[in-house]
């Protein structure tokens, strides 16, 4: 009779080794952006301005009168999103910054995940901390928390309001909310009405207006400057034609070697809105609808700086779910190639690059209008097919 071995006091699971691997990978990743920030002096400009606006709230100043940092950037956001800000003025400064880019880590984590439900894959723990690690050095994601900027739980808020079940009690409220913070996001109401979820739109309508009511009640100077003048001001936010702005109109300035594209960008823009939004109307699947919504609303905000672009991260989660490793492998090269910044962008050279620099500088709309040229092109193939099919049925 064989003897039973004695089993170990501490077991080790199979998984262990795979959950210690993903956490070292995601420390070190944590710890050298941490060290690289220490590095560069990372001033976390749009963090510092957040701050300036919660306090002109708190203290009652104007709040679309004041400039801060070296580069005098001012408040561009609705008053409501002020009012959110007021907390950022409890913390010192180095705490506040250390707290910022703990929380942009784990808002990284959670759009990991959601981008991930999106994808209909679920999403294990090594797996995650893995993605997040490495999803830190993607360009537009790197760029939002060097900023400190708000991108990702912008994105989180969408995202995981669209990803809800059907028929989920208040979906529809956190995508009113994004709306009411960054205005961009207003594109996914038009999308939902599209898609026939009448209830969801209306919903996030009204939550985005309780929004905008809220701002006027507590800030009715700031809610009247900013919905009567401010809005309209896109140049305040900043140079449309800089290598920064990664929309249409950012494209169109640089090729065409003019700060004010006027028409041609505008017509463009309506062009894309139309035929984005349509093709996400009529998506046969949830994820792609979701991801042609936001390239569409990327593409035709007048500005669209680089950072704005974390939507690239549930676009890497579909392609990979659907086995596009291939295409994957392209468009994660592309966010983290850095293009736009290698070629020259001092003073005002962003409207004199030559002909073969032009792609380098705008990586992220043509990429975008890619991605909308082979949702169309799929659309166009489905149609045949469909009345193909509709043909045999008959006979």
């Not at 795979?18 to 001033?43: E, G, K």
Request: net charge positive; glycine share 6%.
């Amino acid at each position: 009779m064989r003897k039973r071995m004695p089993t170990p006091l501490l077991a080790v699971p199979p998984a262990l080794p795979a959950l210690s691997l993903s956490l070292a990978l995601l420390a070190v990743s944590l710890t050298l952006f941490a060290a690289l920030c220490v590095l560069r002096h990372a001033p976390m400009a749009d963090l510092l301005v957040y701050r300036a606006e919660g306090a002109a709230v708190a203290h009652g100043t104007d709040l679309y009168g004041f400039t801060v940092t070296r580069w005098r950037l001012p408040a561009t956001y609705p008053p409501f999103a002020a009012i959110l800000f007021v907390p950022a003025t409890w913390l010192p400064l180095p705490a506040l910054k250390a707290a910022c880019l703990a929380g942009n880590a784990l808002l990284l984590a959670t759009l990991v995940a959601l981008s991930a439900r999106l994808a209909g894959r679920p999403v294990r723990a090594p797996l995650l901390h893995t993605a997040t690690a490495l999803s830190l050095w993607l360009e537009p994601v790197f760029q939002t928390v060097l900023f400190g900027q708000i991108n990702l739980a912008v994105a989180c808020l969408v995202l995981g309001d669209l990803t809800r079940p059907p028929g989920a009690r208040g979906k529809g409220i956190a995508l009113g909310v994004a709306a009411g913070i960054k205005l961009t996001p207003a594109v996914f109401l038009a999308y939902l009405l599209l898609r026939g979820r009448h209830r969801e739109a209306l919903t996030a309508s009204a939550s985005c207006a309780g929004t905008v009511l809220l701002g006027a009640a507590l800030l009715p100077a700031a809610s009247t400057d900013f919905w009567t003048h401010r809005l309209y001001d896109t140049g305040r936010v900043g140079k449309a034609w800089i290598v920064d702005n990664q929309s249409l109109q950012g494209l169109f300035a640089r090729a065409l070697g003019t700060a004010a594209p006027g028409p041609v960008w505008v017509l463009s823009a309506a062009a894309v809105a139309a035929a984005g939004l349509w093709l996400a109307a009529r998506a046969r699947e949830e994820r792609h609808g979701v991801l042609l919504a936001a390239v569409t609303a990327l593409l035709i905000s007048p500005i669209s700086w680089s950072h704005h672009w974390v939507w690239c991260v549930p676009l890497l989660a579909v392609l990979l779910a659907e086995g596009r490793v291939r295409l994957a492998v392209l468009v994660a090269a592309a966010f983290t190639a850095r293009t736009l910044w290698l070629v020259p962008h001092e003073g005002d050279r962003d409207l004199h690059l030559p002909w073969w620099q032009q792609p380098l500088a705008a990586p992220y709309p043509l990429l975008g209008l890619a991605l909308i040229a082979v949702a169309a092109l799929r659309a166009a193939q489905a149609v045949p097919s469909a009345r193909i099919s509709s043909a045999s049925t008959i006979r």
